[in-house]
């Protein structure tokens, strides 16, 4: 078990298919469908899931080999489950992210990765990016959380538990040594591929919440609320209070949070 339960991905996957632009999967595709020679595509996605990605590109990709890489074996086993399901080509890899050299890139066309790279270091993005440039890999990396809430109507607390928030994002998640990037992620990726000569493009991918994700919404407000618990820098009858008050007013609230899709090509 990671931590990221298979309902809580579930509850987030329709948002997250609908946050997604566009735009930037149909040119990730693209760039997937150019390669050139009989080989199907070989994508590789990072911290599958349950395996959103692949069910977001698909369609897009047809004929493409997958390979699907988390260190969560339930996870892993419902993302491979669902990709037979579309009829896509799919392998598990159970492996820590972090043993980099685990993981075969030689002959990969796109590394893809969703919800994750907020959780990771910078070395390890510099040790990913250096893998992808040897292999000439492009990365598609969509939903970096990038550090903007909005809720509509507001509550007073709103901004002190979100600035408590995002000073949680950054503390250690164990995807590389030290603090983790949050929402500075993307620009961290950024910076690190073109340094090596690659094109970068981003697009906003907000989730925009309103009455029919109520569900979704509830549980980002208790997520967020135990997240700033963890850190004791509130005090705990008013954070509770915000919770309870966000939460009764979950379903007449218009949440949106923030995201960054990045697609990064070689030369
Ligand atoms: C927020 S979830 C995103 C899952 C999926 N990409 C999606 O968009 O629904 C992060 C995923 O990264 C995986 N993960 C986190 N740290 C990892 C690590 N060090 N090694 C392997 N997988 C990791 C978790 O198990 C989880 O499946």
Known sequence: MSGFSESWLGLREPADLRARDAALAARAAAFVQA???????RIVDLGCGTGST?????????????????????????????????GAQA??????LTELAAI???????????????????????????????????????????GSKEFEPSHPL???VMAAFN????????????????????????RSFEARGYTVEIAESPWRLGPAETALASAHI????????ELDVL?????????????????ATTTIVGHLDLLARPG
Not at 91 to 96: I, N, Q, S, Y
């Open 222 to 229: 208790a997520g967020m609320a135990d997240a700033v618990a």
């Open 91 to 96: 392998r598990a890899l159970e492996t820590d």
């Open 167 to 190: 000073r949680h994002q950054v503390q250690a998640k164990g995807l590389g040594g030290g603090r983790a990037l949050g929402p500075a992620a993307v620009s961290h990726l950024t």
């Open 54 to 86: 692949l069910q977001a590109l698909h369609g897009q990709v047809p004929g493409a080999d997958w390979l699907l890489v988390d260190n969560d074996a339930e996870l892993l086993s419902a993302a491979v489950r669902r990709a037979e399901t579309l």
């Open 158 to 160: 709103d901004g002190v």
């Open 104 to 146: 075969p890139f030689d002959g990969v066309r796109l590394v893809t990765a969703s919800a994750l790279f907020d959780l990771a270091a910078g070395d390890f993005v510099d040790a990913l990016v250096q893998r992808l440039s040897t292999a000439g890999a492009g990365l598609y990396a969509a939903l970096n959380y990038d």
């Open 35 to 41: 390669k050139e020679g009989g080989d199907p595509a």
């Open 235 to 251: 005090d705990r009858a008013e954070l509770e209070g915000w919770r309870q008050a966000r939460l009764t007013m979950a379903a």
